[in-house]
Structures are given as C-alpha cells and as structure tokens.
C-alpha cells in the first residue's frame, strides 16, 4: 500500500512537467497568491458592499430596493426570515432624521471603501499580469467609475437572471455573457488600458464560467446555510454566510484571471487572439542557453559575408559558417571556402584560428 502510495505522489508530482500548462498554471496561482487576494478581496467587498446597501435604504427609491433585495435573494438564496431581515434593513431609511444624519457620513465611508475595493481588485490585475502599479492620476476616476457600474449591475442583476421574464434557459446566458463583458472591462479599466482587449479575453470568458459556476451551487447550498446561520446567531448569521459565499466568489474570479494570463502565453490560444504568444515568466523560450536573446536567423542570418563563419553565442544561430557553441569549437564554414568560427566561451581559439582556409 506504501508502495502504491508513493507512486502515485510521484506520478502526480511529474504531471506539471508532463504537462506544461498545468506547471504554468500552478507557478501562476502560487505566484498570484490565490487565497490571500481571494480573501483580501472578499474583506473589502463586505466593507464596501455595506455601506453602499446603507446609502440605498437612505436614498433610493423602492424600486431599487426591491431591485438589490432580488438579487441578494438570487446570489444568496435568500428565503423566509433572512429576507425579511435584509429588506427591514433597507427599509430603514423611511426615517427622515436617519436620512438627514446619515447624508453626509454615508456618502463619504461609501466612498472611501469603494475606492478600496477597486484598489484591491486593481492589485489582483496587475499581480496576475505582472505590471506595476498605476499612478494614483491615471485609476483614481476609475475607481468611482468601477463602482457605479457594479452597483448598476446589482440592481439589475435579477431580472437579467430571470432572463427578462423568459426563465432561465435566456438568463443564464445572459448572466454568463453580462458577467464575462464586465470583468473583460472591469480588467481594462483597472490596469489603465495597459494590457490589449484581445489579451484580456481568455481571462473574461473565465470569470464569466466561474461565476454562473459558483451562483449555480449557492442556488444549491445557500439557502440551507444561510437559514441554519440566521436560527444560530440571528442577524449575525446573514454576515458569516455573505462573507463565506465572497471568499469563494472571488477565489474563482482569481483563478480566472490568472489562468486566462496563463493561456495566452500557448501558441494555440494566441493563434487564434491573432496575437504572438508571450514566453512564459522565467522560461527561456527564445533565449539562448545562456539567456542571451538568440542569433538572428533568416534573412539577417543570411545578410552575414560569405566565407566566414560567425562567432557562436549562446543558442544562436551563425551566419554562413556554423556557430560553435557554448564550450565547443565551430565548425569550419562551408561558404566560400572561409575561416571556421569558434565558440566564444570556455574553450575554442579566436574566430578564425579554429581551421586554416579550405582547399579550392
């Protein structure tokens, strides 16, 4: 049983090395450091999301709170006691002295904790695709902007669920294609237009995967959960299953991310982006052994004088000799006649001394 044991730890071991792509995608996910941003993401969403749910029992219409209260129930399985609660919640706001003490504070903690939650999935966009961080001038109006959208997006979120009416074989494509254009924008906006849109679909059309994904199985597991939370801890309830339910959420979304940056950088993915696949960070992909950038080859190979070989680099290509390599002494050059090449590190005379001038 050991034995057998052993083995298959030491098959799956060599999985990402039979497989590349996995090995990428794994070097990618510990790289992102999945479950910290995940959860670093997840925080900031419930400090934001609170206090933006707050702003709307104050000052919405009861349209938009019938709105958010329908999406939450969609997202959340809310049902029975636990939607009473949250609608009591933003029916809060009929209270005029509540209104006029909230007004200014609401806005300005709403504010802020949206600004942190853009900030936070900036840095998970700009982590999975290896930027630096923008200057404050060219994302702070993107911040705001990201926010309003989504607040939009949440009220409407359940009749586009429900797919206007039609039922859910229209709603979940549409949810599925509304998701995926937001987070292809949401990663454009965010890192300042500085990835192009092609790139930036394989990562899109994931998140929208993950999240139809993840709504599925908490149309299944939330509202069991969030009814035995509420008979367990009251009010409370509602928050430790919300907070739950966001770790996963964007758990997926990250992955998502990352691994559309993962695909790409394979030839096939970029074929069809109509793009040149990027090497993957850390390879030597068009590099010489050495890591020096390969030897032209092709028509500047070909520009080389006839007759001589050209000194060997590492991983390049010489001109019409043949290029010693690393270690090793050319070969003599077969154009014309010319002097060998020899390499150009540990070991080999000096171009031209390796073979003296060919017989006419």
Request: contains cysteine; hydrophobic residues 50%; aromatic residues 6%.
């Amino acid at each position: 049983m050991r034995a057998r044991a052993a083995e298959k730890a030491r098959s799956l071991k060599a999985v990402p090395d039979r497989v590349p792509l996995i090995g990428r995608a794994l070097h990618q996910v510990v790289r992102v450091n999945l479950l910290d941003c995940a959860t670093r993401l997840a925080a900031q969403a419930f400090l934001s999301a609170l206090p933006a749910l707050m702003a709307l029992a104050v000052f919405a219409p009861a349209s938009i709170k019938e709105g958010v209260v329908s999406s939450l129930r969609d997202q959340l399985g809310l049902k029975g006691a636990a939607q009473q609660q949250v609608a009591q919640f933003l029916d809060t706001g009929h209270d005029d002295e509540v209104s006029q003490s909230f007004g200014a504070v609401g806005v300005i903690i709403t504010l802020l904790s949206a600004t942190a939650l853009s900030r936070a999935v900036q840095r998970v966009c700009e982590r999975c695709w290896e930027l630096p961080k923008a200057s404050h001038r060219i994302t702070a109006w993107r911040w705001l902007t990201w926010l309003l959208v989504w607040l939009v997006v949440l009220v409407f979120q359940h009749a586009l669920h429900d797919g206007f009416g039609a039922g859910l074989w229209l709603g979940i494509p549409l949810t599925f294609a509304m998701d995926a254009a937001l987070w292809w924008w949401t990663q454009r906006l965010l890192l300042a237009g500085r990835i192009a849109w092609r790139l930036l679909l394989p990562g899109a059309l994931l998140c929208g995967v993950a999240v139809v994904g993840v709504n599925a199985a908490a149309a299944v597991y939330l509202p069991h959960a969030v009814t035995q939370s509420v008979s367990r801890f009251g009010p409370y309830g509602v928050v430790f299953t919300l907070l739950s339910w966001l770790i996963v959420m964007f758990t997926a979304v990250t992955f998502a991310i990352a691994l559309g940056r993962v695909l790409t950088q394979e030839p096939g993915v970029a074929a069809l982006l109509g793009v040149e696949p990027t090497a993957p960070p850390g390879s030597l992909a068009g590099t010489g052994t050495a890591g020096a950038p390969a030897a032209p080859v092709g028509p500047e190979a070909a520009a080389a004088p006839a007759g001589t070989g050209s000194a060997g680099s590492a991983g390049g290509a010489g001109g019409a000799g043949t290029a010693g390599t690393k270690g090793t002494a050319g070969t003599a050059g077969t154009a014309g006649g010319g002097p060998g090449a020899a390499g150009e590190q540990n070991g080999g005379s000096p171009p031209g001394s390796a073979a003296g001038p060919a017989p006419g």
